[in-house]
Structure formats: structure tokens, C-alpha cells
């Protein structure tokens, strides 16, 4: 079990009394360390509006940030989670037809779904939580005008390993 | 009429002495669990379980939480909710070898922000030398 | 059942009679020589010679069969002895015709006899007359060969039955071939013999009874069986069947008895034991297992899982199930069957993990379920649970297990309620919340009582399972009698709701424990807990210990004559009710008089 097991129960909690809207837990492990997510975009630049991030949280959690990542993956239709409310049910009918996940594309996602953001590297502290992490990244995407990969894509995903290092990049322009 | 009070079988609940009324969070900010309860790496609360009272900032944590955070060099001293630079209230606790390793702690990373200060200048310095 | 009588009743097949034929005279005599009126005459010479004639007829020995078919007497059915008289002589008469014949007679009659012999009437002479005889061929002396001829005459042995049996009856037995028939016959009256004799003797399932039927059977069946059928086969040699057969019917008793010889364990034990013993016998299958199960199922449904009967019943029965059927089965595989439609219906009673809580705890006499606090104190001398893959000693699972069948688990029985739980923590917050109230009212010697009992619900749920509990203990460790002090988060179900303020004076005296505290305690300080503090007052020269509640409202008298009702519930920030209810006990000891809604010292 986690040294800090309360906390990470208490966030467990709050995600499911309170769910994030458009955001959806797709599973997670009995130890609350590993998590999927499903995260559904509004911007009208992207043709798939679902994507699914990864996200584990290391023995230092919350000293240090969850590391996180988006994957490919087949969807199924209709899967369980905990988005809607009584207000605004699941609308089955524009439950889309996308079958599968891919890497959103992003200035900051690098193609094999690794992420570079501030707030899972240096400005990370333990007052954020991982709610902040997955409003942050919908934000990101969703004020996204930039369709490209990062520059660097190519030689980055060759040497990567399973998740992004801290010292794995060089911050890109924060202006996107 | 008489009356004495001869013997009490008193029951009390103990509280830390924040010394501010005005406290708006009572939870660590870093493990969630209130001032009164143990930090994770804790068996019992109280004595063995101290609090580290913010002093600029106000933020209270549990001190082997905040010690956790500010072992990191990423947390290069701030404090983790404000971001500002942490240092906390002396006159709140007894010294102990854990206080001792927090002070030891903090002037680190103090060191290293003067550190990277003057390196910056340093630096500046050496553009305006070499614009000459 | 269409019988070749009937056959001929539709379909007449020719008989002597109906040939045509020159010897019509010879014919005639002949059938009137054959015609039965016993005993058979010697014929004459002029039939002799009919005889011969009549037996070259084409066909004669078909014709002959037909005729003796249609005219077969009607042997009817009396007493045993009569009847078979009667055969006796019928049969001596055809065989007698036979003689003469050259032929041999049996094929036709023989088959007659066989369908008399069918006869329920005469099956049921054949019965009764064994069931009443038939622990009585023991004192003959046995004729073995089955072709025993008795000797002409001679009638020099003992016992009127074996005489009878064995001289006239067999004899006649064995000259119509019914051997099997009659085999079949006594072995199921000795079944129902046997059958009688358990029904009759061993319902008690607080005794032992294998050792004394065995000797019954040993002694007074198996010796008549023996000499009875030896003489119809002589290699018969069936005492391990006929013991398997009596055991299977004990089995069957105790097995009907299943449900009521649970209720009376511990009574019941010697049942229990011998069904244990009977089920591992060698010819012993599974289906004996199969039914056993079945049958106690359907009695827990009818019986057992209803509202009418209160949850510690329910427990208490669970425990003897677990006894009784570790007796009948140890390897656990029947009670693991057996339990679980109990284990799903008492997940949903509200209050049981109450009453296991205190169960398990209760040391006291008025613990009906002191056989759980009895299995918890031995949870120290309890083994190590060995690893199935660590364990020498391990052998395959029998193979009507259940496919989820965990051996371990079964057998311990504190480990068995558990575990119909899906976690501990129903049961460790139960604990916590009864030994905080232990805590909080305790006595001196109360303190290391609760830590024993505390370290053996450890040994059973785990040391690292009780985080509250530990800091509850540690806080009581820390406090004195006169004040106890304690981490309130972790006492948050046992302190409650504030009902009132402490009055001034109480406040100051306290604010000494608080001075105190802080002394020792660097930046922490303490907040009385009024509902869970008491104080010893005395008023007008008596000792009175009360809660602070009581002590508050009778300061508010010292310096004062007279208080009313509504100065009490402002100043002190009670109900109405409560502060009414703290007067009227002060009023009862005297120390106040009511006079109306004021309260005045009465001194």
C-alpha cells in the first residue's frame, strides 16, 4: 500500500463524487497507483475527441508528480466511468462511433503520447493533485491552434523510455 | 451552599496551538490529514509527530512531510502551495535533530538560489563585457 | 404380460386332440392315462401299447406340450406347506409320465412352475416364510452340495425348520432349477431384515452401533444366510457384502438424521463419528457423500435460513456445522458444500458483526457465544498457516471438491466467519468502536484485559490492521486516572455531541490540568471533553461524582440561593429537557427544592 494511501484515496473519492466533466475514469488497480483516463476534447481542430492517458503514481508521489502519458488503444463502446450527472445523462446518441485512441497532436505531445508540461516536471508540488494534471492537459489541448508534433519528435521517441524524464526536454514555447 | 470539588476523572480531547484563529485549512497540504492526526510515516500523533508552522507564508504542514518536499531539489525552498520561499516559525518547536536537518535543508537551497543569482549576473555581466 | 397361455387362448395351437389320425382308440386311452389325477397310474398293458404307438405320431413331442400346456392343473396358492405339497405332487406326477415316456418332462412344466413361482401370492409365501424362519436354519446341521439328497426316511437331525426347508422344500426347489429365484427371495428378506434391525435399534445417534452390528450380523444373520444359500450355491461367500449392505442402511439412517445430529453436537458425536467411519469404508462411493450434502441443504433451506430464527442461533449453528462435519469428513470437502448458502445468508443480517464482535470479546458467562472468545484465546498455540507449496505433508483435494475449495480456510473457525466478509474493516471498526468505550469507562485492571484480547484479535486480523486502535491504547497508556487524554481524531464515534457548557469555576480548576499539559506537551493544549468527564463534588458535607453537566448546574448554587429553569438553559447552553432532568436528580438527593420553575438551595 502507498505511504500516502489516505491521500490518494481521498482524491480517489472526489473524482468519483464529483466528476470532472468530460473526463472519465476508464479503471484503475485496488492500490490507487495506476490510472485510465478518458479525456474528451471540444476543440474543433481535432477530428477524435477521445484520448486516453495513462497515469501512475510513483513511491514519492506527492513530493514528486505523477508521471503521466497518453496510449493508443481499441475503445470499447459504452465503457464505464463516471462522467455524467443527473443534469446531463451520457447521451448515447452522440456516444461517437471511435473505435480506437491515438496520441493527440500537440506542440507538446510527443508521437509515442509522452507529455511536456510544466506542471509534471518542475512546477509540480504536492498542493496540486491529479485533477489538476488531467484540467491542465484538456486545457492544453483544447486551446491547442498548432497542429504540429514537437520539432524534436523523431529523435526524442528514439530514445525514450517507458515514461518522460524530467530532464528528458527542454521546455517548448509557453506561449502555446 | 458548599460546594467542592474533591477529585476529577476528566476526559480532554489535546489540540496543536496554531496561535492564529483564523486557521482556513487544518489539513497538511501535503498528505491531507488534519494538524491532529499522524503524518503517513507516523504511528501516534502529538509530540513525536510535529508541525512546522510557515512563517511568511502561513502554510502548516507536518514536519517529516515537509521535510519529504524540501529533501527534493526540485522544490528548491518554496513552499508548496504558494511557491513562496518557505521558512517557518521557530519559537513553535523544541529543537530535535529533525528541526536541526530542516534548518539544514533550508539554508541549502537558500545557498542555491544565491547561487544561480549571481551566476545570472554573472552571466549578465559577461554579455555586457562582451558588447563592449 | 402376454403369456403363451393367452398366445393359444386367441391362437389355439393343435393339440392331441384335434390331430386326425387311425389311432384315434390308442390316442384316447393315451390322453385319458395323461389326464391329471395324481398320483399317476402304472399303466396297463394295453396303454403300453398305446404309448408306443402314440409316440411315433409326427410332431408327438409338440402335440404332447400343447396337450399337458392346456391341461396343467390349477395349483392354487394356500399355506407354504400345502402348496408345496401340491407342487410336489404335480411335479412327481409329469415326471412320472416322463419315466414312462422316455422323455425328459421338465422343459414343458418346468416353465409353469416358473410362472407360479412369479406370483405375488406365492412370492409373498416365499417371504413370510423367510423373514419367519429365517434366523433359524442356524441350528441345523448344513447340507452343503446342492444336489444334497436326503436319505429315504431318515429324519435324524434336529430342528423342525432345517428339517422341513432342507428335505422337502429344496429338494423341490432344485428339481424345478428355481435356485436364482429363490436366492433373490432370501436375500431381500434379509435386507429388510437388516433394514428392521437398524431402524429398530440404532436411531439413538448418541451411542455407537457399528461394533454391535457387526456382531448381529457376524452371529445371528451371516450363519443362516450362509447355510441357506450355500446349499443353492456352493460358492457362496458374500459377509463383506452383506456388512456393506448393513452399513449402507446405517449410513442411509444417520444420513436422514443428518440435520437433527448437528442441532445436539456435542451429544451427537458417536453418530457423527461412525458416519464418518462408515463413509470411508472401502466399498464406500460417492454418491453416500452426494446425498448426505443434498439432504442437509434442503434442510438448512426449510429450516435454518428464515427470519424466525435470531442471528446468535444462526452463529451458534454455524459453529457445530463446522464441528460436526470436520468429525464426518477432515479434509473439510462436505463442510465447504454444506456452509456456504449459510455464509451468503448471514452477510445480510444487520447486526451480525455485532454479535461477533461480541463474541469474540465477551469473556463473561452471559456470552452465549463464548465458544468464539474460547477459539480466539487459542489463537496463540495456532500454527503457523502453511503455504500449500511449502507443506510435505500435502496431498491432492478429494474429488468432489469444489473447484474453489481452500482448505485452509475451512477448518479454523474464527478464519471461516470471517472470511464472509469481503474485508476486515466491518469488523476492525466494530472493535474499535467497543473497546473505545471500554477504554473510556475503564477500570484498573480493565486496561491489560483489553490488551490481551487486543493481541490476539492481532494474531487473527494482523498486526498493521489496527492504526486507530494503537494510537485509542496509546492515549489511555499516557493518561491518569484523573485525566485521560486523548488524539480526538481517533476517538470520533465515542465522543458526542456537546449537550451544554462547563460553569465558570469547573473551567478554572480545569485550566490547571491544561497548565499542566502544556508544560510537557510544547504548543499543544487540551479542550475539555464535558459528556465523557466526571468530578467528584462534594455538596453540603456528601460525595457526589457526576458528569459535568450535573456539576455545572449545582455550581451555578453556590453562590446563589436561587436559580430558575431558564436562567440554567441560557447560562449553560442546555435544552430544556436536559437542564429539567440535572435539576430533578438534585432535587431527588435533596440538595434542592422546586418551587415551581425556581430552584432553591436546601440547606
Redesign the interface.
Given at each position: 500500500m502507498h505511504p500516502f494511501h489516505k491521500r490518494l484515496l481521498k482524491e480517489f473519492k472526489s473524482l468519483n463524487k464529483n466528476p470532472l466533466p468530460s473526463i472519465k475514469i476508464l479503471s484503475n488497480n485496488e492500490n490507487l497507483t495506476n490510472f485510465d483516463f478518458e479525456i474528451e476534447i471540444t476543440n474543433g481542430l481535432y477530428d477524435d475527441k477521445l484520448y486516453k492517458l495513462v497515469v501512475v503514481i510513483t513511491k514519492e508521489y506527492p513530493v514528486s508528480p505523477p508521471k503521466a502519458k497518453f496510449v493508443v488503444g481499441t475503445r470499447e463502446a459504452g465503457e464505464s466511468g463516471s462522467t455524467g450527472t443527473s443534469e446531463n445523462p451520457i447521451d448515447v446518441s452522440s456516444d461517437t462511433m471511435q473505435s480506437s485512441y491515438k496520441i493527440p497532436i500537440h506542440p507538446h505531445i510527443y508521437s509515442n503520447g509522452h507529455i511536456c508540461l510544466n506542471l509534471l516536471g518542475d512546477d509540480w508540488t504536492p498542493a496540486c493533485t491529479i485533477e489538476s494534471i488531467l484540467i491542465s492537459l484538456q486545457s492544453m489541448i483544447n486551446n491547442n491552434t498548432d497542429m504540429t508534433r514537437p520539432p524534436d519528435d523523431n529523435r526524442y521517441i528514439k530514445y525514450a523510455g517507458e515514461f518522460a524524464s524530467k530532464d528528458g526536454f527542454v521546455y517548448h514555447d509557453d506561449s502555446v | 451552599?458548599?460546594?467542592?470539588?474533591?477529585?476529577?476523572?476528566?476526559?480532554?480531547?489535546?489540540?496543536?496551538?496554531l496561535k492564529d484563529d483564523s486557521i482556513t485549512d487544518e489539513l497538511c497540504?501535503?498528505?491531507?490529514?488534519?494538524f491532529?492526526?499522524?503524518c503517513?510515516?507516523c504511528?501516534?500523533?502529538?509530540?513525536e509527530c510535529?508541525?512546522i508552522l510557515g512563517a511568511g507564508c502561513q502554510h502548516n504542514f507536518h514536519l517529516h512531510?515537509i521535510l519529504?518536499?524540501l529533501?527534493?531539489d526540485?522544490?528548491k525552498g518554496?513552499c508548496?502551495?504558494?511557491?513562496q520561499v518557505f521558512e517557518f516559525r521557530k519559537d513553535?518547536?523544541?529543537v530535535t535533530k529533525d528541526i536541526n536537518s530542516l534548518l539544514m535543508l533550508i539554508d541549502g537551497h537558500k545557498s542555491m538560489r544565491d547561487r544561480e543569482v549571481d551566476e545570472e549576473f554573472d552571466s549578465f555581466d559577461d554579455d555586457l563585457r562582451m558588447n563592449d | 404380460m402376454i403369456s403363451t397361455d393367452i398366445i393359444n387362448s386367441i391362437f389355439p395351437r393343435d393339440t392331441l386332440n384335434d390331430i386326425e389320425t387311425d389311432l384315434e382308440n390308442d390316442l384316447a386311452l393315451f390322453l385319458e392315462w395323461i389326464s391329471f389325477k395324481p398320483p399317476l397310474m402304472d399303466p396297463s398293458p394295453r396303454i403300453r401299447v398305446a404309448i408306443k404307438n402314440v409316440v411315433n405320431i409326427n410332431n408327438f413331442n409338440g402335440y404332447l406340450h400343447n396337450s399337458i400346456n392346456n391341461n396343467f392343473p390349477d395349483i392354487t396358492i394356500t399355506t407354504i406347506d400345502e402348496t408345496m405339497m401340491n407342487i410336489k405332487q404335480v411335479y412327481q406326477f409329469y415326471s412320472d409320465i416322463g419315466k414312462f415316456l422316455g422323455l425328459d418332462i421338465s422343459p414343458i412344466i418346468n416353465y409353469k412352475f416358473q410362472i407360479l413361482l412369479e406370483k405375488p401370492q406365492f412370492q409373498h409365501l416365499l417371504i413370510t416364510y423367510f423373514d419367519d424362519n429365517l434366523l433359524q436354519f442356524d441350528d441345523c446341521l448344513s447340507p452343503v452340495s446342492p444336489k444334497f439328497n436326503p436319505p429315504a426316511g431318515d429324519k435324524g437331525l434336529k430342528g423342525d425348520t432345517g428339517d422341513t426347508f432342507f428335505y422337502q422344500y429344496l429338494p423341490i426347489f432344485n428339481q424345478l432349477n428355481v435356485g436364482d429365484n429363490i436366492m433373490k427371495i432370501v436375500v431381500s428378506v434379509l435386507i429388510k431384515k437388516i433394514k428392521e434391525y437398524i431402524l429398530n435399534n440404532c436411531v439413538n445417534y448418541e451411542l455407537f452401533f457399528i461394533d454391535s452390528i457387526n456382531q448381529w450380523i457376524k452371529t445371528m444373520i451371516y450363519p443362516n444366510f450362509k447355510i441357506l444359500l450355500r446349499s443353492i450355491d456352493a460358492n457362496f461367500n458374500y459377509l463383506s457384502e452383506i456388512l456393506t449392505i448393513s452399513h449402507n442402511e446405517f449410513i442411509s439412517l444417520r444420513i436422514n438424521q443428518i440435520f437433527d445430529m448437528v442441532k445436539a453436537y456435542p451429544q451427537s458425536e458417536p453418530g457423527l463419528i461412525e458416519l464418518n467411519k462408515c463413509l470411508n469404508f472401502k466399498n464406500e462411493s460417492h454418491n453416500q457423500r452426494d446425498r448426505l450434502v443434498s439432504i442437509f441443504l434442503d434442510k438448512i433451506d426449510s429450516e435454518l435460513l428464515n427470519s424466525g430464527i435470531n442471528t446468535i442461533n444462526l452463529i451458534k449453528m454455524y459453529i457445530k456445522i463446522i464441528k460436526s462435519f470436520l468429525i464426518i469428513d477432515a479434509k473439510g470437502v462436505l463442510l465447504d458444500k454444506v456452509i456456504r448458502p449459510l455464509r451468503a445468508y448471514l452477510k445480510h443480517r444487520d447486526d451480525i458483526i455485532q454479535k461477533l464482535v461480541i463474541g469474540l470479546i465477551d469473556d463473561s458467562s452471559s456470552n452465549e457465544l463464548i465458544a468464539l472468545n474460547i477459539e480466539l484465546s487459542k489463537s496463540e498455540k495456532r500454527k503457523l498457516k502453511i503455504d500449500e507449496f511449502s507443506d510435505l505433508n500435502w496431498v491432492p483435494d478429494p474429488i468432489d471438491a469444489l473447484p474453489d475449495f481452500k482448505n485452509f480456510k475451512i477448518k479454523d473457525i474464527i478464519e471461516s466467519l470471517i472470511s464472509i466478509f469481503d474485508s476486515k474493516e466491518i469488523f476492525i471498526n466494530e472493535f474499535t468502536k467497543f473497546f473505545g468505550n471500554k477504554l473510556i469507562n475503564r477500570s484498573d485492571n480493565d486496561i491489560s484485559k483489553i490488551l490481551k484480547l487486543i493481541n490476539l484479535l492481532k494474531l487473527r486480523f494482523g498486526k498493521n490492521e489496527f492504526f486507530n486502535l494503537d494510537i485509542m491504547i496509546q492515549d489511555i497508556l499516557n493518561s491518569s486516572p484523573q485525566l485521560t487524554v486523548l488524539s480526538h481524531l481517533y476517538w470520533s464515534d465515542i465522543i458526542p455531541e456537546s449537550t451544554g457548557s462547563v460553569h465558570e469555576e469547573l473551567n478554572k480548576e480545569f485550566a490547571h490540568f491544561n497548565k499542566n499539559f502544556q508544560k510537557k506537551s510544547f504548543n499543544r493544549y487540551l479542550k475539555m471533553i464535558p459528556e465523557l468527564s466526571k468530578v467528584t463534588l462534594k455538596v453540603n458535607g456528601k460525595n457526589y461524582q457526576v458528569d459535568m453537566h450535573h456539576a455545572s448546574v449545582i455550581m451555578m448554587f453556590k453562590d446563589k440561593e436561587e436559580v430558575g429553569l431558564d436562567e440554567v438553559v441560557r447560562e449553560l447552553n442546555m435544552n430544556e429537557y436536559n437542564a429539567g432532568n440535572v435539576l430533578k436528580f438534585w432535587v431527588e438527593e435533596g440538595v434542592l427544592l422546586k418551587l415551581g420553575g425556581v430552584y432553591v438551595t436546601n440547606d
Amino acid at each position: 500500500m502507498h505511504p500516502f494511501h489516505k491521500r490518494l484515496l481521498k482524491e480517489f473519492k472526489s473524482l468519483n463524487k464529483n466528476p470532472l466533466p468530460s473526463i472519465k475514469i476508464l479503471s484503475n488497480n485496488e492500490n490507487l497507483t495506476n490510472f485510465d483516463f478518458e479525456i474528451e476534447i471540444t476543440n474543433g481542430l481535432y477530428d477524435d475527441k477521445l484520448y486516453k492517458l495513462v497515469v501512475v503514481i510513483t513511491k514519492e508521489y506527492p513530493v514528486s508528480p505523477p508521471k503521466a502519458k497518453f496510449v493508443v488503444g481499441t475503445r470499447e463502446a459504452g465503457e464505464s466511468g463516471s462522467t455524467g450527472t443527473s443534469e446531463n445523462p451520457i447521451d448515447v446518441s452522440s456516444d461517437t462511433m471511435q473505435s480506437s485512441y491515438k496520441i493527440p497532436i500537440h506542440p507538446h505531445i510527443y508521437s509515442n503520447g509522452h507529455i511536456c508540461l510544466n506542471l509534471l516536471g518542475d512546477d509540480w508540488t504536492p498542493a496540486c493533485t491529479i485533477e489538476s494534471i488531467l484540467i491542465s492537459l484538456q486545457s492544453m489541448i483544447n486551446n491547442n491552434t498548432d497542429m504540429t508534433r514537437p520539432p524534436d519528435d523523431n529523435r526524442y521517441i528514439k530514445y525514450a523510455g517507458e515514461f518522460a524524464s524530467k530532464d528528458g526536454f527542454v521546455y517548448h514555447d509557453d506561449s502555446v | 451552599m458548599k460546594v467542592e470539588i474533591v477529585d476529577w476523572q476528566a476526559v480532554a480531547s489535546w489540540h496543536w496551538d496554531l496561535k492564529d484563529d483564523s486557521i482556513t485549512d487544518e489539513l497538511c497540504g501535503i498528505c491531507r490529514v488534519a494538524f491532529d492526526g499522524t503524518c503517513p510515516n507516523c504511528k501516534y500523533p502529538g509530540n513525536e509527530c510535529p508541525l512546522i508552522l510557515g512563517a511568511g507564508c502561513q502554510h502548516n504542514f507536518h514536519l517529516h512531510c515537509i521535510l519529504q518536499w524540501l529533501e527534493q531539489d526540485t522544490s528548491k525552498g518554496l513552499c508548496p502551495m504558494c511557491r513562496q520561499v518557505f521558512e517557518f516559525r521557530k519559537d513553535f518547536n523544541t529543537v530535535t535533530k529533525d528541526i536541526n536537518s530542516l534548518l539544514m535543508l533550508i539554508d541549502g537551497h537558500k545557498s542555491m538560489r544565491d547561487r544561480e543569482v549571481d551566476e545570472e549576473f554573472d552571466s549578465f555581466d559577461d554579455d555586457l563585457r562582451m558588447n563592449d | 404380460m402376454i403369456s403363451t397361455d393367452i398366445i393359444n387362448s386367441i391362437f389355439p395351437r393343435d393339440t392331441l386332440n384335434d390331430i386326425e389320425t387311425d389311432l384315434e382308440n390308442d390316442l384316447a386311452l393315451f390322453l385319458e392315462w395323461i389326464s391329471f389325477k395324481p398320483p399317476l397310474m402304472d399303466p396297463s398293458p394295453r396303454i403300453r401299447v398305446a404309448i408306443k404307438n402314440v409316440v411315433n405320431i409326427n410332431n408327438f413331442n409338440g402335440y404332447l406340450h400343447n396337450s399337458i400346456n392346456n391341461n396343467f392343473p390349477d395349483i392354487t396358492i394356500t399355506t407354504i406347506d400345502e402348496t408345496m405339497m401340491n407342487i410336489k405332487q404335480v411335479y412327481q406326477f409329469y415326471s412320472d409320465i416322463g419315466k414312462f415316456l422316455g422323455l425328459d418332462i421338465s422343459p414343458i412344466i418346468n416353465y409353469k412352475f416358473q410362472i407360479l413361482l412369479e406370483k405375488p401370492q406365492f412370492q409373498h409365501l416365499l417371504i413370510t416364510y423367510f423373514d419367519d424362519n429365517l434366523l433359524q436354519f442356524d441350528d441345523c446341521l448344513s447340507p452343503v452340495s446342492p444336489k444334497f439328497n436326503p436319505p429315504a426316511g431318515d429324519k435324524g437331525l434336529k430342528g423342525d425348520t432345517g428339517d422341513t426347508f432342507f428335505y422337502q422344500y429344496l429338494p423341490i426347489f432344485n428339481q424345478l432349477n428355481v435356485g436364482d429365484n429363490i436366492m433373490k427371495i432370501v436375500v431381500s428378506v434379509l435386507i429388510k431384515k437388516i433394514k428392521e434391525y437398524i431402524l429398530n435399534n440404532c436411531v439413538n445417534y448418541e451411542l455407537f452401533f457399528i461394533d454391535s452390528i457387526n456382531q448381529w450380523i457376524k452371529t445371528m444373520i451371516y450363519p443362516n444366510f450362509k447355510i441357506l444359500l450355500r446349499s443353492i450355491d456352493a460358492n457362496f461367500n458374500y459377509l463383506s457384502e452383506i456388512l456393506t449392505i448393513s452399513h449402507n442402511e446405517f449410513i442411509s439412517l444417520r444420513i436422514n438424521q443428518i440435520f437433527d445430529m448437528v442441532k445436539a453436537y456435542p451429544q451427537s458425536e458417536p453418530g457423527l463419528i461412525e458416519l464418518n467411519k462408515c463413509l470411508n469404508f472401502k466399498n464406500e462411493s460417492h454418491n453416500q457423500r452426494d446425498r448426505l450434502v443434498s439432504i442437509f441443504l434442503d434442510k438448512i433451506d426449510s429450516e435454518l435460513l428464515n427470519s424466525g430464527i435470531n442471528t446468535i442461533n444462526l452463529i451458534k449453528m454455524y459453529i457445530k456445522i463446522i464441528k460436526s462435519f470436520l468429525i464426518i469428513d477432515a479434509k473439510g470437502v462436505l463442510l465447504d458444500k454444506v456452509i456456504r448458502p449459510l455464509r451468503a445468508y448471514l452477510k445480510h443480517r444487520d447486526d451480525i458483526i455485532q454479535k461477533l464482535v461480541i463474541g469474540l470479546i465477551d469473556d463473561s458467562s452471559s456470552n452465549e457465544l463464548i465458544a468464539l472468545n474460547i477459539e480466539l484465546s487459542k489463537s496463540e498455540k495456532r500454527k503457523l498457516k502453511i503455504d500449500e507449496f511449502s507443506d510435505l505433508n500435502w496431498v491432492p483435494d478429494p474429488i468432489d471438491a469444489l473447484p474453489d475449495f481452500k482448505n485452509f480456510k475451512i477448518k479454523d473457525i474464527i478464519e471461516s466467519l470471517i472470511s464472509i466478509f469481503d474485508s476486515k474493516e466491518i469488523f476492525i471498526n466494530e472493535f474499535t468502536k467497543f473497546f473505545g468505550n471500554k477504554l473510556i469507562n475503564r477500570s484498573d485492571n480493565d486496561i491489560s484485559k483489553i490488551l490481551k484480547l487486543i493481541n490476539l484479535l492481532k494474531l487473527r486480523f494482523g498486526k498493521n490492521e489496527f492504526f486507530n486502535l494503537d494510537i485509542m491504547i496509546q492515549d489511555i497508556l499516557n493518561s491518569s486516572p484523573q485525566l485521560t487524554v486523548l488524539s480526538h481524531l481517533y476517538w470520533s464515534d465515542i465522543i458526542p455531541e456537546s449537550t451544554g457548557s462547563v460553569h465558570e469555576e469547573l473551567n478554572k480548576e480545569f485550566a490547571h490540568f491544561n497548565k499542566n499539559f502544556q508544560k510537557k506537551s510544547f504548543n499543544r493544549y487540551l479542550k475539555m471533553i464535558p459528556e465523557l468527564s466526571k468530578v467528584t463534588l462534594k455538596v453540603n458535607g456528601k460525595n457526589y461524582q457526576v458528569d459535568m453537566h450535573h456539576a455545572s448546574v449545582i455550581m451555578m448554587f453556590k453562590d446563589k440561593e436561587e436559580v430558575g429553569l431558564d436562567e440554567v438553559v441560557r447560562e449553560l447552553n442546555m435544552n430544556e429537557y436536559n437542564a429539567g432532568n440535572v435539576l430533578k436528580f438534585w432535587v431527588e438527593e435533596g440538595v434542592l427544592l422546586k418551587l415551581g420553575g425556581v430552584y432553591v438551595t436546601n440547606d
